[in-house]
């Protein structure tokens, strides 16, 4: 499906731009390094394994729970918001503003809403790093959603209850594929951002983009 006007189509009807924060909104590869970097330590002290063993339950956790920090709860007992804020603590520098991005977002019509599986002060650390907090009426992360990842139905249902969103007027950008099924089940329009692009599509993805700036540059174009 190609992209049509803003003013024409699906986009007529849209009144919340709901992003994914990492990997979507901002390249992450710099960041994520070092989060991860912190997650491997406190894995290894808190489970008491060796690096390799952490990165493979860090790797495990995240395919079987949707999130790594949940297994570590769910089978090590681990405290998640103690995990959440050390290993969200890292210098945001490798984040670059982003005034285009700015322009971009401040020309949706409508409420702008982050949904990510980060916590910690992740998200609004980032969104200000960028320079685009001020667009957002919320920022929901794992804690917003009681611990309960995307793509769990239950994360998708909390936010439409605790953020007033109607999904059969509401678009999700995301670039984890398998977060864009649930969304698409409850109404959302789905647009997947990245590189990975399968063939054949999804009947879940409604659209597909490298990056979301060219995206947003032609939706917006009159």
Known sequence: MTV?????????????WVFDLDNTLYPAPQ????????????VMRVVDVDAAEAERLRDH?????GATVVGLRERHGVDAV?????????????VHPDPELDTLIAALPGRKIVFTNGGGGHAERVVAQIGIAHHFEHLFDLESAGFVPKPHRGAYERLVSE????????????DTLRNLEPAHDMGFATVLVGAVHPEPRPPYVDFWSAELKPFLRDLLVA
């Open 4 to 16: 049509a006007n803003i003013q024409s189509g699906i986009w007529a009807n849209v009144r919340d």
């Open 31 to 42: 960041l994520y390094d070092l989060i991860g970097e912190k997650m491997t330590a406190y």
């Open 61 to 65: 956790y995240h395919l079987e729970y």
């Open 82 to 94: 103690d995990f959440m804020r050390e290993v969200h603590d890292v210098p945001t520098n490798v």
């Open 163 to 174: 953020c007033g969103v109607d999904p059969t007027r509401a678009v999700l950008f995301e």
